[in-house]
């Protein structure tokens, strides 16, 4: 039986032909016979795939051959071509949606002026060492805090990547401008722009936790500072790092535990639902318990969207 991986990778690096890039990484996934996303931007490259092992690494070695990508890291998990619903490849202006491209500076060594990267380690000595000073900055939209987050947390009121600057700048957080800040992120990719940002801004002390929650993760489990579910942007929807994992979510619809978001039943709401297990059973066909567009948490913004959306429908449709 053939073994069947995904990687996910992104590097900031200056592409100056972006559509060329894209139409490379669309034959070449193509002709692997690999499904995924990735987004290519001037600013770099971002990439989730999967597909039989064989062609998974035929693709790291080919990727690897850009100039521009030669340096790229491959983080490899479970699963397959099958966890997503077809192959999506798009040139966009930014590899995230912050809505401020002319803000972000990219050259060979990656993002410019961005926070000081700290290891899952580092993070852990530096709480030890100064205490409740460490703020953790939630790099991701609202509604993926619901099931997981560092203890903590401040967690901005965002429901898209592009609210963030305007969060930033409303003056909210001008009081942590002086303290030691933490962002985090799934994988690390919004923290590259989010701590540059922020110290455009002004915060004199910004870190950004390397290879994200899932690195972090990876090395801790859930004996260290994170507490709850990771969301993840595939059929999955959440992942746990050990069996002592808490679930800190509540169900939107009976408040009992909860870490599983669903699409609403709604064909033309595009929001997530929040629901435990019992209320999942009982009620195979939930809708947004307020009511459509009012308070229930808005799915993820931009290509990931579209592409955990058609999942989630794909798989309903089995």
């Keep these: 039986m053939a073994q069947h991986r995904i990687v996910l990778h992104y590097v900031f690096t200056p592409l100056p032909d972006p559509t060329a ?3 490379w990484q669309r034959a070449l996934c193509e002709g692997l016979g690999l499904r995924g996303r990735i987004l290519v931007s001037p600013h770099g490259l971002n990439g989730t795939v999967g597909g039989e092992v ?5 693709y790291v070695r080919t990727t690897r ?3 521009g990508l030669r340096d790229m890291v491959f983080k490899w998990s479970d699963g397959s071509a099958e966890d997503f619903p077809r192959l999506s490849v798009k040139v966009r ?3 995230v949606s912050f809505g401020a491209p002319g803000e972000l500076e990219v050259d060979e060594h990656g993002v410019v002026g961005g926070g000081t990267r700290l290891r899952p380690a580092d993070v852990d000595e530096l709480v030890a060492r100064r205490g409740e000073e460490v703020v953790f900055f939630d790099g991701r939209n609202a509604h993926e805090a619901r099931i997981g987050r560092f203890r903590g947390a401040v967690v901005p009121d965002v429901a898209h990547t592009r609210d963030f600057v305007a969060e930033l700048d409303s003056g909210k957080y001008d009081h942590l ?3 030691p800040v933490v962002t985090f992120c799934t994988g690390g990719i919004r923290c590259e722009v989010l701590s540059a940002l922020m110290r455009r801004r002004g915060f004199e002390e910004v870190y950004q936790l390397d290879g994200g929650i899932a690195e972090y993760g990876r090395e801790r489990g859930d004996r260290g500072l994170w507490e709850g579910s990771l969301y993840v942007f595939d059929r999955r929807m959440h992942v746990e790092f050990s069996p002592e994992a808490v679930t800190i979510g509540r169900c939107e619809r009976c ?3 909860a870490n599983r978001f669903v699409n609403c039943a709604d064909r033309t709401c ?3 639902v929040l629901a435990c297990p019992g209320c999942l059973e009982g009620h195979p066909d939930l809708t947004c318990p307020t009511g459509c567009g009012t308070a229930a948490p808005e799915a993820p913004d931009d290509a990931q969207h ?4 058609d999942a989630q429908r794909t798989r309903s449709s089995r």
């Design 255 to 257: 408040g009992a535990p």
């Design 306 to 309: 579209d592409l955990q959306h």
């Design 177 to 179: 401008k002086g303290r």
């Design 21 to 23: 890039v894209m139409l």
């Design 54 to 58: 064989g062609a998974v690494k035929q």
């Design 65 to 67: 051959s850009h100039p």
């Design 93 to 95: 202006d930014e590899l």
């Design 270 to 272: 595009r929001a997530l």
